[in-house]
């Protein structure tokens, strides 16, 4: 089944949608997909977090949409811009796996585990509750966002389709 209303959102990417849209990502490994809902006005956003802080940004400009600390303020702006209330958001997130076991214990190599706690910090920062999330272990997810409902379709290989 194809459908039409579905708004791809990249890697290091973020987008909003409403009336029904679905926001999609792939390849979340280390990655998180972070999504911010406002039910009373059906507008979601999502966030296709790549790094924990911009702090680490080697471009210039810097896309703001990859680092934890930039995209989530960012994601916050452009749904308010769309008629969202932040007061009323509330979030949803997935990925961050452990993609590769390592032997040091770096924190460079804990990319995903750090996507997480910067992602959580944000949220905590910004007063918007942490409805659920489908975080950590070692596989890929793509996930979905429905504008409509707020569900969170999570889908994998190993674990199969869960709703959240």
Avoid: W
Wanted: net charge positive; charged share 25%.
């Amino acid at each position: 089944m194809i459908r039409e209303n579905v708004v791809k959102v990249g890697m290091a990417d973020l987008k909003v949608a409403a009336g029904g849209a679905v926001l999609k990502t792939t390849g979340l490994g280390s990655c998180v997909g972070l999504t911010l809902y406002d039910e009373r006005a059906k507008i979601a956003g999502m966030a296709h977090v790549m790094l924990p802080t911009s702090e680490i940004a080697r471009e210039a400009p810097i896309n703001v949409a990859k680092y934890a600390d930039t995209s989530i303020p960012r994601l916050i702006e452009l749904m308010r811009t769309e008629g969202a209330v932040a007061r009323r958001f509330v979030a949803k997130m997935a990925g961050g796996a452990q993609m590769f076991a390592f032997h040091a214990s770096s924190d460079a190599m804990r990319i995903g585990p750090r996507n997480v706690e910067s992602c959580r910090l944000m949220l905590e920062r910004f007063d918007i509750p942490l409805l659920s999330e489908d975080t950590g272990a070692n596989y890929g997810r793509t996930i979905e966002f429905n504008s409509l409902n707020g569900m969170l379709t999570i889908r994998s290989v190993q674990q199969g389709v869960k709703e959240i």
